[in-house]
Structure formats: structure tokens, C-alpha cells
């Protein structure tokens, strides 16, 4: 289990054409475990993006590596990066993993390396979405919109990222909405939305650099436009204003976000269901779901993780323990026979 505390973390993101991407894989893998970094990183044609937690020394030390000019030639050097802390892990191993597209919109005529919107700071942002002529449109998914939103948004009700060109070709349009203001998590969402409408014949595009995570940090809360909690994917589920952890948990079954309102109903049975799945949960996967809660409630009673790499370690550390104490048992009848 790592022990220092806090843990600092980092969510960053760069759109950069790297025909070369699969290269990057086995070195950036290797870089981060020898440091004891975990969390997720994708390489894609298109770029980077991911979010990986660690000490302060080595998150520092992975972007400097990531950013030198003789490594990976500067094609990550202004990169959009985020940092927060947690008390604790938020993340249980390290994955690099290659994909077609670092947000997958599926959209072959998207390049945001080349053509995006136009970036708000955080600062400007309050007096942007003011205007009666802007559009706001939150591009991320429904669950994630449930926990928090900025005021007045449309919710586009998506279930996934590559909804959102329905939702467009549905029920915007270039001549009549003049102005279109996005945001997301971190920036990558709508930067990459940005770049779709602007291709889709959008004249004015705008997108909220850093995301909402930049926002809720550099924003005062009393001057905050924003409502709820933001959702984040880890362990923490959800932060607030100065990215403090937020009151959301996961529900262990579908993965959905629940608010404390949420985990009062009577649907609710920690680590087996909530209102939104219980009607699917057959009694064979209650059983299985109270059966692996009952494991995690005792690896938290012994103070090991569940799952990860902690886990994996406490159990070849039990093989052991268990391996010497049966050594030792017929090391004790050897004994006992001869005397």
C-alpha cells in the first residue's frame, strides 16, 4: 500500500500527430513503475491523455521527462496538464494502453492538432456563458452530468462520446446558433468537440480551457457559476470547489455515481446494487456482488487492498508466510521423530 501522503496527482492531455505512438508504450510503462506512478495513460495516432498519481518527486519527474526535447522530440511539451492531491492512492496499478483515438468520437474529419476552438480561461469564463447568444453545452456523458453542472447547460444526454454527433446533426445548427460555448472534465471532451463543429460549419466555438477541473481550482467558490460536484475517474469519483474530494461513491455493481440522496434509497445495498440497476440484478449476481463486498470488508479489516498491485503483493506475501509456517511445522516433526 503506498503510504505517503498526499499523493499527488496528474491529469494531462495533448493532441500531436506520433504515427509512432505503439514506440511509446514499453518506455513510458517502464518509466512510471520504476517511480511507483499508477493510474492510466492512452497513446493514440492523435496523442496523450490520462490521469496517473504518485509522490510529488516522481509526478514532477514524469512530466519533465515527458516534456524533454530529447526523448520524445518536445511533442508533448505544452501539454495541458492538471494537478491535484489525495490522501490516499486513488489508483490500484499502472496501464498504458494504445488506441485508435484518445477520446473516441470516431469522426475522421476531426484534427484537433490542427483546428479548435477558441480557448476561455477559467477567468473569462462567467462572463462568456452570461451572454444571451451562447449556446452551453455540456459534452460529457449523462451519468457524469447528474453529479454537477454549470447553470443553464443543456445536457445532450449522451451515453457516450460518439453520441454527440447525433446530438449536433439533431439539434444544432450552424445558421441559427451563432454562438457555442462547450466544457468537459479536463478540456480534451470539447476541444476535440470544438474542432467537430468548427467542421461541421460552426462559426464561433469556444471551449473552457483546463475543463471544469481548472475552473472549480482557480474559480472562488463564491463567484462560482458551477453546481454540484464534478465526476472524475478514480477512486476519489468526485471533487468540488479547490478540488477537494466530493460525497460521491460508485456503485460497485454498474459503476454508476451515487450521491448521498442516492445511497438513502431503499434500492441501495452498499457493494451490491442502487436504484439504477437493482431491477436488472439477478439473485445469483446479489449473491456474487455480497460475496466479493464481504472480501474487500475484510482485506479493509486487515488493512490490505482488495485489488492492484497491493493486493497481488499482500497475497504472494501470504503464500509466503503460509509456505514457511509449513516448513517450519515439518522442520518441528523431523525434530520430534529423531528425538
Not at 47 to 70: Q, S
Not at 101 to 109: D, G
Not at 153 to 164: L, R, Y
Not at 230 to 239: A, L, N
Request: charged residues 30%; neutral net charge; proline residues 4%.
Amino acid at each position: 500500500m503506498i503510504e505517503f501522503s498526499p499523493v499527488k496527482i496528474v491529469a494531462l492531455y495533448k493532441f500531436v500527430d506520433q504515427p509512432d505512438f505503439e514506440a511509446l508504450q514499453q518506455p513510458i510503462a517502464q518509466f512510471c513503475c520504476a517511480k511507483g506512478i499508477r493510474g492510466t495513460l492512452l497513446l493514440a495516432p492523435e496523442g496523450i491523455n490520462g490521469t496517473v498519481a504518485g509522490t510529488p518527486e516522481a509526478i514532477d519527474a514524469l512530466i519533465t521527462w515527458l516534456e524533454a526535447g530529447n526523448i520524445f522530440g518536445g511533442r508533448f511539451r505544452g501539454a495541458e496538464v492538471k494537478y491535484s492531491t489525495a490522501e490516499t492512492m486513488p489508483f490500484h496499478r499502472m496501464k498504458v494502453r494504445l488506441k485508435d483515438e484518445i477520446v473516441t468520437l470516431r469522426a475522421p474529419e476531426v484534427n484537433p492538432g490542427k483546428q479548435v476552438g477558441t480557448y476561455v480561461d477559467p477567468k473569462d469564463w462567467n462572463a462568456l456563458i452570461a451572454d444571451d447568444d451562447i449556446v452551453l453545452i455540456d459534452t460529457r456523458n449523462d451519468y457524469e452530468v447528474g453529479l454537477g453542472t454549470f447553470e443553464n447547460a443543456i445536457d445532450p444526454g449522451t451515453e457516450t462520446f460518439t453520441q454527440f454527433k447525433d446530438y449536433v446533426a439533431e439539434n444544432l445548427d450552424p445558421k441559427k446558433h451563432k454562438k457555442v460555448a462547450m466544457f468537459c472534465t479536463g478540456g480534451i471532451r470539447c476541444e476535440k468537440a470544438s474542432s467537430y463543429m468548427l467542421a461541421q460549419g460552426f462559426a464561433e466555438v469556444y471551449h473552457l480551457k483546463g475543463g471544469i477541473l481548472a475552473y472549480l481550482e482557480k474559480t472562488p467558490e463564491a463567484q462560482s457559476r458551477w453546481q454540484g460536484e464534478c465526476f472524475v475517474f478514480d477512486e476519489r469519483v468526485s471533487v468540488g470547489h479547490g478540488l477537494k474530494i466530493g460525497d460521491a461513491t460508485l456503485c460497485r455493481a454498474c459503476r454508476q455515481p451515487l450521491t448521498p440522496l442516492d445511497r438513502e434509497r431503499p434500492e441501495f445495498v452498499d457493494g451490491v446494487q442502487c436504484h439504477h440497476c437493482a431491477k436488472a440484478m439477478t439473485d445469483e449476481k446479489r449473491a456474487a456482488a455480497a460475496e466479493r463486498q464481504r472480501q474487500i470488508d475484510l482485506a479493509k479489516a486487515r488493512g490490505e487492498a482488495h485489488i492492484g498491485a497491493d493486493a497481488a503483493q499482500n497475497a504472494a506475501a501470504r503464500r509466503l508466510a503460509r509456505k514457511a509456517r509449513r516448513e517450519a511445522d515439518r522442520q518441528r516433526s523431523r525434530v520430534g521423530e529423531r528425538s
